[in-house]
């Protein structure tokens, strides 16, 4: 296993460019099995997630290829079962039920399980597809779907669940009738899997809004997609220039999407500006803490909240977080505390009382964000900071070492 090791306290300058979304990739790469040709996606971030998607997508019965940041994916005979070996290793690997049972009327997929940061059930999905016509049974550690031609009907989520309303979009698109979906997510991500299915030759409106209606058509071709920009990476490099003192420029910044990120920054007193898709971005005098509260889309994203807590941990006066999307989204917090934070915890409330600094330690990864905010309180300590368990880290950041040392910061990976 590998570590991560950081000589925090250099002051970061100089540009970085952000990769391809993850979690946009994720849905487009199980979008592919609806495809009747090749698709070719551009931008695709090289990630141990999306290689996991890869070989399910092999086991599932499709080509893939992955060149630089250039994937095809050629479907061929399409079989129905996710063993537990892949799905065990990635949640996201449930978006295959949908573009399944659209396609071949039955599914075998191993249920996710819980995960570091809570139990995450997709009973949100199951019983939105059984309203299309899907039945389905849960038997060892499996969720078994059947369904005939599934059917178009009208759901309103319980919750705007991200996942729940990605598998339905995909479902949706090839079933017999209109979809309407209310309640559904507004996340840029789903935005990017509804264009990427038009672009097969889907007909989705609404996306971004939280009525999505989908007239089904009897079948998908294959295409070319760009995916979209990782917000929440650039998320991260934005927090990673400011908590070190430096400027950055963020290259390839999806400055939209990031805006109730962008807005509690500048509360807390980051300087940011939009320029030709770049953020430029630096410190506006003293940073404050503030109070933020985790929503759906377009609240402040559950992606971004331990690296703003990390943030917090160094600003003046006390910011008062809550976790709404997450029960167990703070397993950051007392490793934070062993760099010398001062956060208290109530529930899914932590208190953050800024300190003039952190000290540097080792560390342990739980969860992606939770890595990512260790990440940065490392390069904000005085001293070394080894963060251990980073596999979490490359499920989602591609290139971070090399990302952060191009811009001065002191970084390396030594085994564990
Ligand atoms: C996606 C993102 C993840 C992000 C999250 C919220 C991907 C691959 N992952 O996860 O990075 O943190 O959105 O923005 O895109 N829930 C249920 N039943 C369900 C489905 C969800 O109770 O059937 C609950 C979950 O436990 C959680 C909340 O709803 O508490 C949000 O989950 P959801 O929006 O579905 O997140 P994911 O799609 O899992």
């Known amino acids: 296993m590998d570590k991560l090791c950081i000589e925090g306290g250099r002051a970061l300058n100089g540009t970085i460019t952000v990769s391809g979304s993850k979690n946009a990739a994720?849905?487009?790469?199980?979008?592919?099995?609806?495809?009747?040709?090749?698709?070719?996606?551009?931008?695709?971030?090289?990630?141990?997630?999306?290689?996991?998607?890869?070989?399910?997508?092999?086991?599932?019965?499709?080509?893939?290829?992955?060149?630089?940041?250039?994937?095809?994916?050629?479907?061929?005979?399409?079989?129905?079962?996710?063993?537990?070996?892949?799905?065990?290793?990635?949640?996201?690997?449930?978006?295959?039920?949908?573009?399944?049972?659209?396609?071949?009327?039955?599914?075998?997929?191993?249920?996710?399980?819980?995960?570091?940061i809570g139990a995450r059930p997709v009973n949100l999905h199951l019983s939105a597809l059984e309203l299309m016509g899907a039945e389905f049974e849960l038997d060892s550690g499996y969720i078994y779907g059947r369904c005939d031609k599934l059917k178009g009907a009208h759901i309103t989520f319980d919750f705007p669940t991200v996942g729940g309303t990605e598998n339905l979009l995909m479902a949706a698109a090839l079933a017999q009738g209109e979809t309407v979906l209310e309640n559904s997510a507004r996340e840029p991500e789903v935005v990017d899997l509804a264009n990427f299915l038009n672009a097969m030759g889907a007909k989705i409106t609404g996306q971004g809004t939280s009525i999505i209606r989908i007239q089904g058509v009897s079948?998908?071709?294959?295409?070319?997609?760009?995916?979209m920009p990782d917000r929440i990476e650039a998320g991260t490099y934005i927090v990673a220039g400011v908590i070190t003192g430096g400027e950055v420029v963020i290259q390839?910044?999806?400055?939209?999407?990031?805006?109730?990120?962008?807005?509690?920054?500048?509360?807390?007193?980051?300087?940011?500006?939009?320029?030709?898709?770049?953020?430029?971005?630096?410190?506006h005098g003293e940073l404050v803490g503030v109070d933020l509260v985790t929503q759906p889309f377009p609240g402040f994203p559950t992606d971004m909240q331990a690296q703003l807590m990390t943030l917090?941990?160094?600003?003046?006066?006390?910011?008062?977080?809550?976790?709404?999307?997450?029960?167990?989204?703070?397993?950051?917090?007392?490793?934070?505390?062993?760099?010398?934070?001062?956060?208290?915890?109530?529930?899914?409330?932590?208190?953050v009382r800024g300190v003039p600094k952190l000290v540097g330690a080792p560390v342990m990864a739980s969860d992606l964000r939770a890595s990512a905010s260790l990440v940065l309180a490392g390069l904000a300590a005085q001293g070394k900071t080894e963060v251990l368990r980073i596999y979490h880290l490359d499920r989602g950041y591609e290139n971070l070492e090399a990302k952060l040392a191009g811009v001065g910061a002191r970084v390396w990976r030594e085994k564990e």
């Not at 090749?38 to 992955?66: A, H, Q, W, Y």
């Not at 079948?219 to 995916?227: A, E, I, K, N």
């Not at 600003?315 to 167990?328: H, M, P, Y």
């Open 312 to 351: 917090m941990c160094l600003a003046k006066g006390t910011g008062v977080i809550e976790e709404k999307i997450f029960e167990n989204r703070f397993m950051h917090v007392q490793e934070l505390v062993r760099l010398g934070a001062d956060i208290r915890l109530k529930g899914r409330t932590a208190v």
């Open 26 to 116: 994720l849905p487009i790469l199980f979008g592919c099995i609806l495809a009747q040709g090749t698709v070719r996606l551009s931008n695709v971030p090289r990630l141990r997630d999306i290689s996991t998607t890869l070989k399910l997508l092999e086991i599932l019965g499709c080509r893939t290829t992955f060149e630089g940041n250039e994937v095809t994916v050629r479907p061929e005979k399409i079989v129905p079962e996710a063993p537990y070996e892949l799905v065990k290793t990635m949640r996201a690997s449930v978006l295959c039920l949908g573009p399944l049972l659209a396609l071949l009327g039955q599914a075998k997929v191993s249920l996710p399980g819980g995960c570091a």
């Open 219 to 227: 079948s998908l071709t294959g295409t070319d997609y760009r995916v």
């Open 252 to 283: 390839d910044c999806p400055f939209q999407e990031l805006d109730a990120v962008t807005y509690k920054l500048r509360e807390m007193g980051v300087w940011l500006e939009e320029k030709d898709g770049c953020a430029l971005v630096k410190r």
